[in-house]
Structures are given as C-alpha cells and as structure tokens.
C-alpha cells in the first residue's frame, strides 16, 4: 500500500490555503561541524513559510480557520502568551479571511506593543490581556458569549489550535517531507500545547515511518504533555479512520529552564551557534530549547554515527526583536 494512501482522508478535508509552497527541508553543514556531529543534520524550515510572518501555527490555521469558515463564523477567539506565535497567526489568517479575531493573551498589557503584539494588533485582532495563564480559558468563554449576543457568530480556537483537526496539518508536513526526499532517523522539535508532537506523530504512524520524534518540551513537565500529545494524536488517528496503534509520546522536559520565554545558558548557546554557522534565527521561547536539546543529543554520543537527524524549526523569531 502506498504510504500516502493512509493520509487520503486528511487530504480531504476542508483548507483555506495559506502556506504556499511547501517549506525548504535542507543540510547544515556548517552547523554540524560546529557541534561535532558525526552524523547528518538537517532542517525543515516552516520559520520560512511566508504567509503572516510564518511557523508551524499556519499547518494547522489552514484546516482550523477552514471549520471556523465552514461554520459561518464572523469572529475567531484564541489565547496565548503576549508573544504567542500561534495568536499572530490566527490574526493573519483572520485578516486574509475578512474575521474578526479577539485574542486573549496572558499578562500585563505591555507600555508599548513590540514583536508578535505588534504584528497582533496591525492584523486588526482585538486584544485582551489577563493576569495569568488560567485566567485565559474563562476569558474567552466570557468573549463568546459577549460576540454571540451581538450576532457575530464566534469560533473558538483552543490553545495553540492544539486540536487533531490542527494537528493534520503537520501530520501533512511528513508527507510533505517524504515527498521532498527526506526520511530521518530522528525529527526534533519544540513542544508545548502538544498539537504539533501530536500530528508528527500520527504522520509517522500513518506512513509506516519508524523516525523518533522527539519533542522539546518550552514549558509544561514531561508526563502531562506526553499524555496531551498521545491524547490528541490518538484522536487524530480516528479522524484519518485508521485503527494503528498511537506511538508513544518522547517528550524532553530538562530544557524549560527557569520557565516558559526564560532563555537559557543552553538556549543562547544554541541560538548563537546556528545564527552565526547558518544565518539562521531560532527563539529563545521555543526553538532555541528544541535546539538545545539537539545540541545535547548529538553530544551526549546517544545517536549513532549515521543517525540522520532532523530539525523541524517551528518558527517564533518575530519573538527576538520583541
């Protein structure tokens, strides 16, 4: 059977399109020597995804904004941190679709608006800041209703649009990959709302691969965000119709650091390594710690000589200039 051939019903439901080209898959040479690798290292670079400033939020935007569309909704509502990449894109998105978008975002409004809030607020979103992370979920409940008595018809999109309909997107990414040539050993990456290790998995599964996908988690402890990733994964399965058994969840917890946006001693290593070997930029909210995490497998000597590693850069640099 081809391996595409499990993906058929994913492919099949509704997107808006927004991605453009699929996003480069590449070596880096330079960089490899730079940590000592003996064994291949590439990168999938969904930070260069032009729509909305980029990253991996707009795989699954173009499914979840297609539901949101679907639905005739006239406002989409989403939370995240003041410099959620994932809040950024939806208010693009919202934008190339004519919604509105409110967006509650965790934190003190900040005396001047840079880098994702910036970009939130030319987009035309709304936004709406609260004091802590758990006061998000009864904000946006408070923002529906409020929308729905004025007729405008509200979408609500979770977290990160961290659902197995989001997490399709990416599960489309490792076909994607396929098709551009590139099997690798091993994919690292940064987790936290769990949508994006959730959809690689499934992707795996669904395409017979036996790759390691390896999440770094920016935030949360390994064991709940394994069980979210596994949860949505699973579901994700059942919206593709297969009965594969989920893979388990690999999530890496020993890169948070201080805490969620908190760079690292391991993190600015990491984001000054790539910069000046590739030209690439990672942030130090999530992609510096996946690299770290990287960096620290390619050192401890736990991946064999001919280990072919990818990295896939989930996008967030709007977030070094904030």
């Known amino acids: 059977m081809s391996p ?7 492919r099949a439901l509704p997107r808006v399109s927004l991605m453009g080209a699929p996003s480069l898959v590449h070596r880096l040479d330079r960089f490899e ?11 999938k670079r969904d930070d260069s995804i032009p729509f909305g400033f980029g990253g991996n939020k707009v795989r699954k935007l173009e499914l979840v904004m297609a539901a949101a569309v679907g639905e005739d909704a006239l406002t989409v509502i989403t939370c995240g941190g003041i410099q959620s990449n994932h809040c950024r894109a939806t208010a693009a998105a919202a934008a190339r679709l004519g919604l509105d978008c409110d967006l509650v975002l965790s934190g003190a409004r900040p005396a001047i608006l840079t880098g994702n809030t910036r970009l939130d607020e030319m987009f035309g979103a709304r936004l709406h800041f609260v004091p802590d992370r758990a006061d998000r979920a009864p904000a ?3 923002l529906e209703k409020e929308r729905r008595a004025e007729g405008r018809r509200p979408f609500v999109i979770p977290l990160g649009a961290s ?12 076909s994607e990959m396929l098709d551009a040539g590139h099997q690798p ?3 690292v990456h940064a987790s936290s709302s769990g949508g994006t290790q959730g959809g690689l998995l499934a992707g795996v599964v669904l395409t017979g691969l036996k790759t390691r996908v390896i999440g770094i988690s920016a935030d949360e402890r390994a064991a709940p965000l394994g069980a979210l990733v596994e949860d949505i994964e699973r579901g994700l399965l059942h919206l593709a119709g297969s009965d594969a058994a989920p893979r388990k969840a690999e999530v890496d917890d020993s890169f948070v650091g201080e805490g969620y946006g908190i760079p690292t001693e391991a993190s600015r290593e990491a984001q000054t390594l790539l910069a000046r070997s ?14 770290a995490g990287l960096i620290a497998l390619v050192r401890s000597g736990s991946l064999a000589d001919t280990t072919s590693v990818l990295f896939w850069h989930t996008g967030g640099q709007v977030g070094v200039l904030a």
């Open 4 to 10: 595409d051939k499990p993906l058929a019903p994913l």
């Open 33 to 43: 020597k730079a940590i000592d690798s003996r064994g291949p290292i590439f990168i």
């Open 140 to 142: 946006m409940a408070a």
């Open 163 to 174: 659902t197995p309909l989001g997490a399709a997107g990416l599960a489309l990414g490792v």
């Open 185 to 187: 050993d091993v994919i």
């Open 278 to 291: 590739e030209g690439i930029v990672v942030d130090h909210t999530y992609t510096a710690k996946a690299l």
